[in-house]
C-alpha cells in the first residue's frame, strides 16, 4: 500500500520552473476574469547541504496565473535573490533568515549583525510599489521583476537613507495619493518604529518618514491597520532587545521574546500629519494580520485575527510541521474598540478560526465593512487549515468551502466590473490536493461561496504566503 500522502506535501520543495499557456480548467472562468494572479511561498527549504529552519525561511519562489478569455496560463519561477544566487553557488546559505542563519564566524556575525546584509529572499508577497512589481518580506529591500516573464529585474534600492531592519510585507495603499504607507523598526539603543509613505510615482523611490514611536524593545509586527484617518500599530510583547540581537548574531526570531506581563499597545497616528493621536492598552496576545480598521463616533475599531501568546512561531519550525498534524493555536477574529485614554476591549466577531484573511479592499479598507475571507480549520484545531472561510462580520456567520484531502491558501477577493455588493466577484485560491499530488487553482463566488470553476497545475504547489491579483492593463 502507498503511504498516505496528507497536508505536509505543502512542505515539500518544487525544484521545476514551468510555463504552461493553457491549464485544463474544469466549470466556466467568469468572461469578465481577465488579468493575473501573482503568489509569492517558499519553493525549497534545501540549500545544498544545509536546510532553512522554519517555513517563513524557503527560499522564494513567484507563481503567476494568467486569466485570458477562456484559458487559465501558469508560470513560475524562482526569485533570484542574493540569498538564491548564494545558494546556488556556493551550496549553502548566505545571509540571515528569519530563523535560519548562515554558519560564520564570531567576527563575521558581528560585523553583519551592525550593518546587516539582506539577502532579499522576499518570499511573503507581491505589491506593485513605486510603479514597480516586486515580491517583499520583512527585511526592507523589494526585489523588483517582470510581471510577464517572472523574470527578477534586481533588488529595489531606496535612495533615502531610511534606517531599520524590520518591515511589514503588507503596505496600505493611500486610496486618495496612491502612495504606499508602511512601517519599518530601527533597532539601536534608542529603536524607534518608523511610519514612512513612498510615493506612488515611477521616479526614483524614495520614502519619507512621516512619524516616529520610539521603542524601548521593539515588538515583532508583521502587519498593521489603516482607517480613513490613521494607521494603527499594535505592539505586542513579542519584544526584542536590540543590543542583545546584535550581540548574540543569533537570526531575528531567536531573539523574540515573550512577555506576558506587557500589555499590547496600540499606536494611533494621524497618517497625513503624522501626528500621534493616542495609545490604547490591551491584554497581551500576538497577531500576525490585521484585517481592517475604521473609525465610528470618535472611536477606531480594529480587526485582526488574535493568538492567545507566541507558540504559533513555534509551530511554524519544519521540524513541528513536518511531525505534527497541524498548529497547536488557530487565531479568532477579533475586534478592538479603541477609545484614546481608556483601555481597549474587544468582542470576538465569528467562532470560526482564521488566517490569511483578505476582503473587498478597494472598496472597504478603512471603512465599516461586511465580509473577511480566510483558511480556516476544523474545531479540534488538530488538523492543517483545510477549508475557506468566509464570515460575515456583522453577525458572525459564516460560509465555508471544503473537500476531502485539500488543503487552500489565502483566498484572494478579485470585484466584479459592475459588482453593486460588497461580494460581488469571486475569491481565488490555490488549493493542494494532496490525494493526487497536484494543486489546483480554484474560483470561489464570493457571494455564494459556491465554486465556479477550477483549473488544475501537473505538479504540487509549495505552502505559501500572499499574493495579489491585477486587472487586464495593471500589468
Ligand atoms: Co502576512
Known sequence: MLPEVDHRLGFSPLEREFE??????????PPWLRGTLFRNGPGTWEAGESKMRHWFDGLAMLHRFGFREDEVSYANKYLRSPQYQHVRREGRIGYSEFATDPCR???KRLTSAFSPEFGSNASVTVHKLAGRFVALTETPLPVEFDPETLETV???????GVEGIGTSPHPHTDPKSGDALNTITHFSRTSEYRVFR????????????VSRIPAREPAYMHSFGQTERHVVLAEYPLVVNPLKMLLTGRPYAENLAWKPERPTRFHIVDRESGERAGVCEAEGFFAFHHVNAFERDGEIFVDLLAYPDDAVI???YMDALLSRRGPTAAAELRRYRLRPGKSASYEKLSDEPLELPRMNYEARNGR???????????EDQASWPDRLVKVHVRDGSALVWREEGCYPGEPVFVPAPDGRSEDSGVVLSVVLDAASETSFLLVLDAA????VARARVPHHIPFGFHGQYFGEGET
Open 198 to 209: 513612498l510615493p506612488a510615482g515611477t521616479g526614483t523611490p524614495r520614502r519619507r518618514i
Open 368 to 378: 465599516d465593512y461586511s465580509y473577511v475571507y480566510g483558511i480556516g480549520q476544523g
Open 154 to 160: 534586481g533588488v529595489l534600492e531606496y535612495r533615502d
Open 105 to 107: 564566524s564570531i567576527f
Open 448 to 451: 455564494s461561496f459556491g465554486e
Open 314 to 316: 513555534r509551530d511554524h
Open 20 to 29: 504552461i499557456d493553457a491549464l485544463p480548467v474544469e466549470g466556466e472562468m
